[in-house]
């Protein structure tokens, strides 16, 4: 073992999930740091569960090697459970009995030892701010209430590595928060955290960042860096009168691959910013648009996913095409 794997919590190689003749997580390789954050993003059916759940020694890989707490990911699977907490997407409270009864539920599950169990239910009260929850039936909690019960539950035993999948999914944008407000405190313990998520403000939040499509890595890194380094187009906001009218004109001049409209204005994805600035500032004076303000702005993480996403599909499509 090389010394700087003790440094991790993940660790996968060429991983790789078939279901029968469907790769659904084809030949994945990345690290997960001890205490980090680790945000899993991409659409619906890209193969986040399926990693997940090979990560948590719940389903066998078909190919690939990797590691989870410095336990193997095929033959430990035992030791992985032990070390790691859960909150599948579907989590599973259970509805009529209260709050103290799921923890207490959950505790046996994972076999906290006795003189331990108050002590643990406590904490979890207190980190999940439940106290005024505690002895309510759990069915007639809100969503954001049920989510936090389930992450305490989850890490009753104190795991060093978390797994959420979809944790904040369907809950208002101020539970979100306080979500994530626990992310953090369990981060600042040493935690580490893998989550997937939809939502791109929680991907900003995440320290570093893995983006999967049709079971493939497309990108990996900080969110600064995939703004920044992977994007290879520019954008531009562009501000004026009647803007729908307007996406017509812009899409004619040279460079400009893509427009839509972004809150009152447009954002328009261009080869280079610079030259497709002038080129779109001086056709729409030319034809006459009031007020119009164009400037080249760092692209967001949702442009970004879209832009490599749509890249990954352009490189596909020549190959679909041949097989038809
Ligand atoms: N047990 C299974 N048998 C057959 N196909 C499966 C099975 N589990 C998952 N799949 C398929 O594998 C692909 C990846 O599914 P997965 O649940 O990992 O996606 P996901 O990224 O978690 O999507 P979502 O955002 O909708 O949760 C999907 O096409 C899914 O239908
Ligand atoms: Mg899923």
């Not at 084809?26 to 569960?49: R, T, Y």
């Not at 809150?263 to 080129?279: F, K, Q, T």
Request: aromatic fraction near 8%; charge should be negative; include cysteine.
């Amino acid at each position: 073992m090389d010394a700087r794997d003790t440094d991790k919590a993940v660790a996968v190689r060429d991983l790789e999930r078939r279901f029968g003749s469907f790769v659904a997580v084809n030949h994945v390789s990345f690290d997960v740091m001890k205490g980090e954050i680790f945000g899993f993003l991409g659409p619906n059916g890209a193969g986040k569960s399926t990693t997940i759940r090979m990560l948590c020694g719940i389903l066998a890989p078909t190919a690939g090697t990797g590691t989870v707490a410095g336990f193997d990911i095929r033959d430990q699977t035992e030791q992985i459970k032990s070390h790691i907490g859960y909150m599948s997407q579907k989590f599973s409270l259970y509805e009529d009995l209260t709050v103290e009864e799921n923890i207490d539920f959950y505790s046996g599950i994972y076999r906290i030892p006795p003189d331990k169990k108050r002590e643990r239910k406590e904490w979890v009260i207190e980190m999940a701010g439940l106290h005024e929850h505690r002895r309510l039936r759990t069915g007639i909690l809100s969503g954001g209430w049920k989510q936090r019960l389930a992450l305490g539950c989850a890490i009753l035993h104190e795991p060093p590595i978390v797994f959420l999948d979809e944790p904040t999914s369907g809950v208002d944008p101020l539970s979100r928060r306080q979500f994530w407000d626990l992310i953090y405190e369990l981060s600042g313990r040493g935690v580490t955290v893998f989550v997937t998520t939809h939502y791109m403000d929680e991907a900003e939040y995440c320290d570093r960042l893995g983006l999967i499509y049709r079971g493939e890595l497309i990108a990996l890194g900080t969110p600064g860096a995939l703004k920044t380094e992977l994007m290879r187009e520019d954008v531009l906001s562009v501000l004026c009168e009647h803007p729908q009218d307007a996406m017509p004109e812009i899409e004619q001049v040279a460079g400009v691959k893509e427009v839509a409209l972004f809150g009152r204005g447009l954002h328009a994805v261009v080869e280079d910013g610079a030259s497709a600035a002038v080129g779109v500032r001086s056709r729409l004076v030319e034809r006459g648009y009031q007020a119009v303000q164009v400037e080249q702005i760092a692209p967001s993480l949702e442009d970004v996913f879209v832009s490599l996403i749509e890249a990954r599909d352009r490189l596909e499509q020549p190959q679909r095409e041949v097989r038809r």
